[in-house]
C-alpha cells in the first residue's frame, strides 16, 4: 500500500519538499488511512501537514464521537489538527441547497480557512478508487460529456485552492485491510448506509452488481476514467487555443466568431463551454444541453437569442455568437471631457477617443446619453441624413452593444456616436470660428 501510494503522489507531483499540506480527516477509514501515509511520506520527503475536521452537526452524538476520535488520533501522531463546526441543515436551507452541496461548501470553506491560515499549497482528500468508479457510474447515469467520465482528479485547482487525492490509485477493500493489519481503528458514519443518497445507491446496489460481472470491475471503471482524463486534458489544450482564435471580449460580454462553425463539433461545443464558464464563473450547473442550444443559432438570422444557465444569454450577431450576463449588459455612459477656443488654423486631430466639433453650429446643449427614438446622423457633407439606428445595423453593431453605446447628442441630432463616427454637419471647416474639444476621460490621449 504504501508503495503504491507514494509512487502515485510522485507520478503526480502532489507534495513536493518543505511543502505545507492540509489534510482532510472525518474519522472514516479512507481519511484515516489517508492521514497515515501523509505522516509516514513525511519520513521520505521533508514537508509538514495538518489535519482539518469538519463537523457537519448532523448526527448527534455520533458526529461529536468522530471528532473526538480525529483530535485524539493527531494528539497521538503529533499532528497539528482544526477542527470546524457548521450547522449544515440550517445553511442548507438559508441558501436553498440539499445538505449534500452545503456540507461540501462548508468543508471547501473549511480547507480554504486553513489553507489561508497555515499558508499550505494543497488540501489532501481521502477520495479512492472506489469512490472515483462510483463518480463515473453517476456521472454517466446524469449524461455527462468526456469530462464527467475522467471522474475524480488526481490534482485539481478549484478557485483559489490546489486539492490532491493520493489514495485514487488503491480500493476501499485494500484500505480496510492495511488498517485492520496495523490495528488502526476507524469510526463508520451510519449515513453511509442510508440508500436516500445518491451516491450510496450506487455503492450499495449498482457497483456490486457490476462486480458479479467482473470482480475487477471498479478497477477497470477507475482505467478508463484515467484514460477521459487524458483525452480531456489534451481537448482542453486545444479548446484553449481556438478560444484565444476565435473568441474576443466586447463591452459586457464575449463574442465567438462564425469562423468557430468551421471545427470540428466537439471542439466547438468545448470552446464553447470555455465561454459560458468564463461569464458564469466556473462550470457548475453548464450542461450540454446549453452548449448544444448556443450552436443551434450559428445558423439562424441576426437577432435570435436563447437564455442559459446563470443568467447568460446568447444572441446571434451577424453570423457571431453574442453571450452576454444580463445583470451586467447595463453598461454607463463613458465620461467625456470639454474645452472650447478659438479656431486659430489649428491642425484637425484624427484620434478615435479625442473629437473637435464646430461649437458655433451647436443649437441647445449637449448631452452625453445612450440612444432614444428619432435619433439621427448626418452623414453626409450636402446634408444628408441618415436613422441612427439604420446607421449602427449597416455597421453590423451587435444589438445588445447598440444599447450601451455612448452619444452626444445636440436635441435629436447625434454629434459623436463615441467610438465610431461624428456628424458631417459639426465637422470643422474653414468657416468655423470656435472649436468644442471633447475627450473620453480615461482613455489615452493619442487615441
Same mark, same amino acid.
Given at each position: 500500500m504504501e508503495e503504491k501510494v507514494f509512487s502515485y503522489i510522485e507520478q503526480y507531483r502532489m507534495i513536493?519538499?518543505?511543502?505545507?499540506?492540509?489534510?482532510? +480527516?472525518?474519522?472514516?477509514?479512507?481519511?484515516?488511512?489517508?492521514?497515515?501515509?501523509?505522516?509516514?511520506?513525511?519520513?521520505?520527503?521533508?514537508?509538514?501537514?495538518?489535519?482539518?475536521?469538519? $463537523?457537519?452537526q448532523l448526527r448527534g452524538s455520533e458526529a461529536k464521537r468522530d471528532e473526538e476520535y480525529v483530535v485524539r488520533l493527531c494528539r497521538e501522531l503529533s499532528v497539528p489538527c482544526r477542527v470546524y463546526s457548521y450547522d449544515v441543515e440550517r445553511i442548507a436551507a438559508e441558501r436553498h441547497m440539499t445538505v449534500e452541496e452545503a456540507g461540501r461548501a462548508v468543508r471547501q470553506q473549511a480547507f480554504g480557512d486553513a489553507c489561508k491560515k497555515t499558508g499550505a499549497k494543497s488540501t489532501a482528500l481521502a477520495h479512492h478508487r472506489d469512490d472515483l468508479a462510483e463518480t463515473v457510474l453517476h456521472n454517466l447515469a446524469r449524461g455527462s460529456g468526456a469530462a464527467g467520465l475522467a471522474g475524480i482528479h488526481p490534482v485539481r485547482r478549484?478557485?483559489?485552492?490546489?486539492?490532491?487525492?493520493?489514495?485514487?490509485?488503491?480500493?476501499?477493500?485494500?484500505?480496510?485491510?492495511?488498517?485492520t493489519k496495523r490495528g488502526i481503528a476507524w469510526m463508520e458514519d451510519s449515513t453511509n448506509r442510508e440508500l436516500s443518497y445518491t451516491r450510496n445507491k450506487i455503492r450499495q446496489k449498482v457497483l456490486p452488481q457490476l462486480e458479479e460481472i467482473n470482480p475487477r470491475a471498479a478497477q477497470h471503471i477507475a482505467r478508463a476514467a484515467q484514460t477521459f482524463l487524458s483525452v480531456e486534458e489534451y481537448l482542453g489544450q486545444q479548446a484553449d487555443m481556438l478560444y484565444s482564435r476565435y473568441a474576443g471580449e466586447k463591452e459586457g460580454g464575449i463574442i465567438l466568431s462564425k469562423e468557430i462553425s468551421g471545427e470540428h463539433p466537439v471542439m466547438q461545443a468545448y470552446v464553447v463551454k470555455r465561454v459560458l464558464a468564463y461569464l458564469a464563473g466556473g462550470e457548475k450547473d453548464i450542461t450540454s444541453v446549453h452548449v448544444e442550444e448556443a450552436l443551434e443559432l450559428l445558423g439562424h438570422r441576426t437577432g435570435r437569442q436563447k437564455s442559459l444557465a446563470h443568467g447568460i444569454t446568447v444572441q446571434q450577431s451577424y453570423g457571431n455568437l453574442l453571450f452576454y450576463k444580463n445583470a451586467e449588459?447595463?453598461?454607463?455612459?463613458?465620461?467625456?471631457?470639454?474645452? +472650447?477656443?478659438?479656431?486659430? $488654423?489649428?491642425?484637425?486631430?484624427?484620434?478615435?477617443?479625442?473629437?473637435?466639433?464646430?461649437?458655433?453650429?451647436?443649437?441647445?446643449?449637449? =448631452? +452625453?446619453?445612450?440612444?432614444?427614438?428619432?435619433?439621427?446622423?448626418?452623414? =453626409?457633407?450636402?446634408?444628408?441624413?441618415?436613422?441612427?439606428?439604420?446607421?449602427?445595423?449597416?455597421?453590423?453593431?451587435?444589438?445588445?452593444?447598440?444599447? $450601451?453605446?455612448?452619444?452626444?447628442?445636440?436635441?435629436?441630432?447625434?454629434?459623436?456616436?463615441?467610438?465610431?463616427r461624428i456628424s458631417e454637419y459639426y465637422k470643422i471647416t474653414e468657416q468655423t470660428k470656435t472649436v468644442i474639444e471633447v475627450q473620453v476621460k480615461g482613455e489615452m490621449e493619442d487615441e
Open positions: 513536493e519538499v518543505g511543502d505545507r499540506v492540509i489534510a482532510g +480527516v472525518s474519522g472514516g477509514a479512507d481519511s484515516v488511512c489517508l492521514l497515515f501515509l501523509l505522516w509516514e511520506y513525511q519520513k521520505k520527503v521533508p514537508f509538514s501537514v495538518q489535519a482539518v475536521h469538519v $463537523n457537519h478549484m478557485g483559489d485552492g490546489v486539492y490532491i487525492r493520493p489514495l485514487l490509485c488503491v480500493g476501499r477493500c485494500g484500505i480496510e485491510k492495511w488498517l449588459r447595463e453598461i454607463p455612459e463613458k465620461e467625456l471631457e470639454f474645452h +472650447v477656443f478659438s479656431r486659430e $488654423n489649428q491642425q484637425i486631430p484624427e484620434k478615435k477617443y479625442t473629437k473637435w466639433f464646430d461649437y458655433d453650429k451647436i443649437k441647445g446643449n449637449l =448631452t +452625453v446619453r445612450k440612444r432614444q427614438p428619432g435619433d439621427y446622423l448626418t452623414v =453626409t457633407p450636402a446634408g444628408g441624413r441618415k436613422k441612427l439606428k439604420d446607421y449602427l445595423i449597416d455597421c453590423k453593431i451587435p444589438r445588445q452593444e447598440r444599447e $450601451n453605446l455612448t452619444l452626444l447628442a445636440d436635441g435629436s441630432h447625434i454629434v459623436w456616436v463615441v467610438g465610431y
